[in-house]
């Protein structure tokens, strides 16, 4: 036999060692691991968009639910403080109500009984002034009886004297008819 041959009862045990040398054991380890840190990091990152901050400055966030809390207590004068004198609600069934007949109709607590929730978080942008949506359940009884949702949208200003205000509600919703 000379030096290049291989004895039959070594032939399997060569090809039993070079197997294994031949695999891309290191590739597979590599892909695998990186795909793992891919899915991780997949994760995360919805996790962040899902679970971050809307980008409102509290403030922001504040003064709106302030002015819901005035809606929500018939407070007409605590809505008066939190609006502008030119403030506008605009909604697609009633119309558009200014500062001064919006604040007659909350300050008037037996006209209606009226309950706003928001729903999910809000969203916004702007520097002064602000524009924030977010989604609003209504309940009142000029409303079905199980209420209704609607998307809320916001223009937060600051005032001469530096409180944040309420200038403009639109209210968009899917009425009844």
């Known amino acids: 036999m000379t030096a290049n041959q291989t004895s039959p009862s070594n032939v399997g045990q060569r090809e039993q060692h070079e197997a294994p040398m031949n695999r891309p054991t290191g590739l597979i380890v590599t892909v695998s691991v990186l795909a793992l840190v891919f899915v991780a ?75 706003s929730e928001w729903i999910g978080r809000p969203t916004g942008t702007g520097d002064g002034p602000w524009y924030v949506a977010r989604a609003t359940h209504l309940e009142a009884d000029m409303y079905p009886p199980e209420g209704i949702d609607g998307l809320s949208t916001f223009k937060v200003v600051v005032d001469d004297e530096g409180l944040m205000k309420i200038a403009r509600h639109t209210f968009q919703a899917q009425f009844m008819e």
């Not at 996790?47 to 002015?67: C, H, K, L, M, R």
């Open 41 to 115: 990091l997949s994760g995360w990152a919805l996790t962040i968009s899902f679970n971050s901050d809307s980008g409102v400055p509290a403030e922001v966030i504040q003064a709106i639910e302030d002015y819901n809390d005035a809606w929500n207590s018939s407070d007409g004068e605590a809505f008066l403080k939190m609006t502008t004198d030119d403030y506008i609600m605009r909604t697609e069934r009633f119309g558009d109500w200014t500062q001064q007949n919006q604040a007659r109709q909350i300050g008037d607590s037996g006209t209606h009984d009226w309950n």
